[in-house]
């Protein structure tokens, strides 16, 4: 039996390069070779979203629209919701009720968002009983599919870990080998920078979204910084002290590229402008055929919801014999 991966997003909107390299290459490649369960967290959007979801279901659907521009492919991978599949909420229980409490508050990732939040308006700082049991939430999702790998971003593998911890403690106090414990799939891309130098997010107003066009990207790459030390074009260029635009040649051009790059660079022969410019070029080059395949599905909204119906059809149909499983393991009614 081919093995299983899951992975989810929050719905947090449109995705952004960041997410790209980071995590949706990986799962287009890795669709191929493993069983793959594809979904949007909304749940975990609503650990900290739960007063302002007014654009929820807009955000499921970008997501989703995003996922499938950049080849995540509903022929082979399931798609879905993680709302539509309640099994996941029934598991949560369970897992909530063997999960020790220090082990949710020793969560880093747990830390970050809570000290983001106090830094938010009053209303809005409190940490919720809810976001408490994001990690125990996450591997619900995990466990639901008993997945033996899941491809994440290196900034969710603390929550892995308790994943882990988890499925074992699980299989020990219910005397089973049910749960399989999941590993952590990151791919060997290098993080992509945002604009500004710092790490790309949305919420940074530093990020390239896939669904930009042509001329909204050129405009943002305009902006990105280079050489400080550098003020004329004329000037020798330090391509490894240009703190984004030489890094993005590095991520999106080719070998020769990048040697051209450099030599033009370090001779004073490119300016920056220009350089960004070709930059440009070559990022909506390579971009291209995916904003295309974007505004299809953007124009055919009736396909995408159609794509995420059955595939959270599936996913429970899934859901529903571990389920099963679980209620006589745990010794329910
Ligand atoms: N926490 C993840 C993120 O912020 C989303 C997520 C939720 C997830 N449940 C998951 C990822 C289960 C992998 C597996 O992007």
Redesign the pocket.
Known sequence: MTERI?????STGKLHFGHYLGVIQNWVKLQKEYESFFFV?DW?ALTTKYDNTANLRQDVFDVVVDWLACGIDPEISTIYVQSLVPEIAELNIYLGMITPQNWVERDPTLKDMAKILRTKEAANSQISYGLMG?PV??SA??MMFNATA?P?GID?VA?IEITRDIARRFNNIYKTDFFKEAKPLLNNCSLICGLDGNKMGKSFGNDIKISDNEEVTTKKIMTAITDRTRLRKTDLGHPDQCEVAFKYWEIFGSVDDVATVKSECEQGLRGCADCKRQLAAKINELFAPIREKRRYYENHPQEVEKIIKEGSAKARIEAQKTLKEVRKLVGMY
């Open positions: 899951v992975s989810g997003m929050r967290a975990h994001y939430l996450m999702d995990i899941v994440v969710q929550h």
